[in-house]
């Protein structure tokens, strides 16, 4: 082939190639949305959910087109007949835009025997049922309420540690972190993803309340190392980076060394998407070094993916939720990591301003 010709076949195949490597990449990134705690007062028409926030949020999530929700529990503030039924009836916008719901199931919605009947209803085919796909620990009554799913290039792992009681399992029995280890170990080491991120309603460390995803009273938050250092060296040697939780009602960032200092996470509370705010009490360990942080403002997550990196953006509103609204949201903290090993934020100084009283 004479050298003009092939001069001139090498150009358009590497033009040809740089045009389409940027609809590769978009083909590639995709993005899913994290909602925290949802309680509101009891009267109709709330029923103990924040409706109208919800609502807001959810516009949120469809206009940036996000390919799914998880909910980082107490999705209502006390079970019953009505509550789960309203929570689910105002995700119909996330269902009209395809996006799937992930809920887990917080303190404020297990209270009762009825709890998981009533959670199973309304959100049924979750991962770890028979028609949910995903998986469940092999635990009597853990099956579609602790639960992993991969998606595209993701895994992630939702954790029930409330009672089971009405579902098998022995009376009063609340299953912890260490009960789900074998299968958290196994699902981290499966080769079907590039990212993994585990969620739960309590915290690692709590800011205002002192009770964490190891123990329920609040009277000890190192309760329990041997469990919390063999927690967070599983995470860590699988990959995983962001714990993200709720329950505090507090937007924190914060990097969180195990027990015996051997393992770390960063763990992002969520905030609050509901009427309940706190504000952070001592005592404060001081294996958690705090990053940012934010009170008293309702927000959500949403974070982007792609083949080699994952971004998060904090987006809040002030409080309101008695009547419907088309609130502002204003962008306030971004952060991710790349496979590579290198990490990136960036967040406004507002945010900066860490609240630790004293004693």
């Known amino acids: 082939m004479p050298f003009t010709r092939r001069f001139f076949l090498y150009l358009f195949s590497a033009t040809l190639a740089l045009l389409l490597v940027p609809s590769l990449f978009a083909q590639d990134t995709w993005s899913f949305g994290v909602i925290p705690d949802t309680q509101w007062k009891m009267d109709p028409p709330f029923h103990g959910v924040a409706v109208h926030v919800i609502d807001a949020i959810n516009d949120e999530f469809v206009r940036h087109k996000v390919d799914f929700v998880i909910q980082v529990g107490d999705l209502v503030d006390r079970v019953s007949p009505t509550a789960f039924p309203t929570r689910a009836a105002h995700n119909k916008v996330l269902s009209d835009a395809g996006i799937k719901f992930y809920p887990v199931r917080g303190n404020h919605d297990s209270?009762?025997?009825?709890?998981?009947?009533?959670?199973?209803?309304?959100?049924?085919?979750?991962?770890?049922?028979?028609?949910?796909?995903?998986?469940?620990?092999?635990?009597?009554?853990?099956?579609?309420?602790?639960?992993?799913?991969?998606?595209?290039?993701?895994?992630?792992?939702?954790?029930?540690?409330?009672?089971?009681?009405?579902?098998?399992?022995?009376?009063?029995?609340?299953?912890?972190?260490?009960?789900?280890?074998?299968?958290?170990?196994?699902?981290?080491?499966?080769?079907?993803?590039?990212?993994?991120?585990?969620?739960?309603?309590?915290?690692?460390?709590?800011?205002?309340?002192?009770?964490?995803?190891?123990?329920?009273?609040?009277?000890?938050?190192?309760?329990?190392?041997?469990?919390?250092?063999?927690?967070?060296?599983?995470?860590?040697?699988?990959?995983?980076?962001?714990?993200?939780?709720?329950?505090?009602?507090?937007?924190?960032?914060?990097?969180?060394?195990?027990?015996?200092?051997?393992?770390?996470?960063?763990?992002?509370?969520?905030?609050?998407?509901?009427?309940?705010?706190?504000?952070?009490?001592?005592?404060?360990?001081?294996?958690?070094?705090?990053?940012?942080?934010?009170?008293?403002r309702v927000g959500f997550l949403i974070a982007t993916v792609n083949s080699d990196r994952v971004r998060f953006d904090y987006y809040s509103t002030e409080l309101f939720g008695d009547e419907p609204k088309k609130p502002t949201w204003k962008l306030q903290d971004s952060f991710g990591y790349t496979l590579d090993g290198k990490v990136f934020e960036e967040t406004w100084e507002a945010m900066r301003k860490i609240v630790r009283p004293k004693e």
């Open 111 to 296: 209270r009762g025997l009825e709890s998981i009947s009533q959670f199973k209803e309304v959100f049924p085919n979750l991962p770890g049922t028979p028609s949910g796909g995903g998986s469940s620990p092999d635990l009597p009554g853990a099956a579609g309420m602790t639960y992993a799913f991969t998606h595209k290039n993701g895994k992630f792992i939702c954790l029930d540690t409330f009672p089971l009681a009405n579902d098998g399992s022995e009376n009063g029995k609340a299953y912890k972190p260490g009960d789900y280890l074998p299968w958290i170990e196994a699902e981290l080491k499966k080769d079907d993803h590039h990212f993994a991120f585990v969620f739960a309603h309590k915290n690692l460390v709590g800011q205002n309340h002192k009770d964490n995803l190891f123990t329920s009273d609040g009277k000890d938050q190192d309760r329990y190392p041997e469990m919390q250092n063999a927690f967070y060296a599983c995470l860590q040697r699988n990959g995983v980076r962001y714990f993200l939780s709720g329950h505090d009602h507090v937007y924190q960032r914060s990097q969180i060394s195990s027990p015996d200092g051997k393992s770390e996470l960063v763990q992002i509370m969520c905030g609050s998407a509901s009427s309940k705010f706190y504000t952070p009490k001592p005592p404060f360990l001081e294996r958690e070094k705090p990053l940012t942080q934010e009170l008293k």
